[in-house]
């Protein structure tokens, strides 16, 4: 049975789409099968695998709202053990047309159960936000990872995302657990930077992930060419540590690697 993590922070800026994609990238490569959802209006991480965004008929909207099967909307990427179930700009009105369905707050769990069992994870990039389909994302979600800015104003909305994580826990989905706490867009040179990692770790210890993500060209070109950053240069500092962070979370949940 796969596990499902969902990716979220409601703060923009954070690197939270940047870390699916290529977090789901590197567990590909590590050959375990992995499916990224792109729950975000947006659209980046169905553009950041090679998906154009216009050229996308059917999404995780449809799922959601219309009931199609999420096996009909399954892409397969450029990456081997990598797929991707894409969205589109039509997510923006999903909330709107859920308030009044029945168990709103269950729909993208009812469509992604049926497909658990065919990957070893499922990444969720959700919407910067705490609306219905970060919501929905969550009660899917066995864990979330939550991407943190080595910067002083990324602490403020921590709580804010962690008091909703706890209400979720409390009333629809008991098994979410935090995987960790992700530091992202780290500067070795800035004392901030430092400052900001040191108080993570003393206050949240081991919620947080040994590996830290730093600042990195390659990290920021990668998506203009429409690969992760490990197709894109697999050598920089910015593919490497998340390959490091894909081996951390395999690790941390004693998951075997396909021989």
Known sequence: MGKIIAVANQKGGVGKTTSAINLAASLAALEFKTLLVDADPQANATSGVGFDPKDITKSIYECMVDGIKAEDIIMPSNIDFLDLIPSHIDLVGAEVEMINLPNREVKMKESLDPIKDRYDFIIIDCSPSLGLITVNSLVAADS????????????????????????????????????????????????????????????????????????????????????????????????????????????????????
Do not use: W
């Not at 002083?152 to 209400?167: D, M, R, V, W």
């Not at 040191?198 to 998506?223: A, G």
């Not at 203009?224 to 920089?236: E, K, N, R, T, W």
């Open 144 to 259: 979330v990872i939550i991407p943190v800015q080595c910067e002083y104003f990324a602490l403020e909305g921590l709580g804010k995302l962690l008091n909703t994580i706890k209400i979720i826990q409390s009333r629809l989905n008991q098994e979410l657990e935090i995987e960790g706490i992700l530091l992202t867009m780290y500067d070795v040179r800035l004392r901030l930077s430092n400052q900001v990692v040191e108080e993570v770790q003393l206050h949240f210890k081991q919620m947080v992930f040994d590996t830290i993500i730093p600042r990195n060209v390659k990290l920021s070109e990668s998506p203009s060419f429409g690969v992760p950053a490990i197709l894109h240069d697999a050598d920089s500092k910015g593919a490497i540590s998340y390959l490091n962070l894909a081996r951390e979370i395999v690790e941390k949940n004693g998951i075997l690697q396909p021989q």
